[in-house]
Each structure stands twice: as structure tokens, then as C-alpha cells.
């Protein structure tokens, strides 16, 4: 079943001029114009997160951002204030992509998106053939990546892409910093078997 849509739109006045942290709060108490100003502020974030994690199409990506923005008002009471409210989203991002993923199984998307960008890179004009490998690595790496269990690529996309620190990451998953680490630690050897044999 499709998600309810609901118009978000660039707000004015005072919501423009609060901090995230007061957005935040003000979406606990249903405000739908600070819900607005944090999607402002935030979308092209989530939605680039989002691409990467989940590997689909931009209607249901439109789809992912929207459910995700959706939640905000509901898991805003719970705001402790220990990560930043853009990590804080793209928690919230994660648990989205995690149940479309499990639900649609679209990991192949997001292979072709990355092979496909690898293919348009200009062409070497002086060595065409580092040109061909560097596109094949591109792709075998995309491959290997949508390939991760998603708790796996979800703490190595945070990490590694969004460049979140561990602590931060932690605490947008509700886990332990350590898990963090030793998730990281997985993800990379998984990597690295999978990318076994690649020129280098």
C-alpha cells in the first residue's frame, strides 16, 4: 500500500530562523511548519542517503523520503539530543530503506546506477584501458556493496559515504558504538572477498 502523500513546502518566518533541535521539538507537538522547514533543510540529504542505501527507482525513492519525513512527527517525543538531528534523520532513513528492502528486494537497481555512472566518466586520453578497469572496479564495487546484509551497508554507507562519526551513527541506530565498529570491521572483509581478483 502506498504511503499517504503530504504536500511538504518551504515555510516563512519564524520556523525558518529555528534550530533543528527546536524543529524537532516543535514536530512532537504536530507542528506541520516546522515539519516543513526540517524537510527544507534536510531533504537533499536524506534523499541522497536513501538512493544509496536503498538502490531504487526516483518514484519510490520519492516514496522512501516521504515516509520518512512522515515519521518524524511520531519519533520526535523520543529526540534525546546525543546525535545531530541529520543523523537523527538518516536513522530514521535507515529503518525506512530496511523494511522497503526487505519487503521489495531492489539491490539490482543500485548496481546498475553505479555501473551506468562508471560508463559515463569521460573516456582516459591517455591510457584507455585504466579507463576500462577504473569502470570495472566501479561496478564490481557497487555490486559488492548492494550485496552487504543491510545492517552491514547501512553502518558502512553512514561511515564511509555520509561521513558520520561512529558515535553518532551508534546513537541514529540505538546500538553501542562497539557494534558500530565490529559491523565496519564485517563489511570491509565482505568487501574485500567479494573484490578478490580485481586488477589492481
Not at 536513522?91 to 526487505?102: C, E, L, Q
Amino acid at each position: 500500500m502506498k504511503p499517504r502523500v503530504i504536500l511538504f513546502r518551504a515555510v516563512e518566518g519564524v520556523p525558518a530562523e529555528m534550530s533543528d533541535e527546536a524543529l524537532v521539538a516543535a514536530c512532537a507537538t504536530g507542528d506541520a511548519a516546522a515539519l516543513g522547514a526540517l524537510f527544507d533543510r534536510h531533504y537533499d540529504a536524506v534523499r541522497g542517503f536513501l538512493a544509496r542505501m536503498s538502490g531504487t527507482d526516483d518514484r519510490d525513492l520519492d516514496d522512501l523520503v516521504q515516509v520518512t519525513f512522515e515519521t518524524v512527527p511520531r519519533a520526535a517525543a523520543h529526540f534525546d539530543g546525543r546525535a545531530q538531528v541529520r543523523t537523527w534523520l538518516l536513522g530514521i532513513a535507515t529503518n525506512v530503506a530496511r523494511h522497503h528492502i526487505r519487503s521489495e528486494i531492489r539491490r539490482k537497481r543500485f548496481t546498475r546506477d553505479v555501473a551506468a555512472a562508471a560508463a559515463d566518466a569521460p573516456p582516459a586520453v591517455a591510457d584507455g584501458r585504466a579507463e576500462v578497469l577504473a569502470r570495472e572496479r566501479a561496478a564490481r564495487l557497487g555490486q559488492a556493496i548492494s550485496a552487504l546484509p543491510t545492517g552491514l551497508r547501512a553502518v558502512f554507507l553512514l561511515v564511509y559515504v555520509e561521513g558520520l562519526p561512529g558515535r553518532d551513527v551508534a546513537a541514529a541506530l540505538g546500538v553501542r558504538e562497539g557494534t558500530i565498529w565490529k559491523r565496519l570491521h564485517r563489511a570491509r572483509g565482505l568487501l574485500r572477498e567479494s573484490l578478490a581478483g580485481v586488477d589492481p
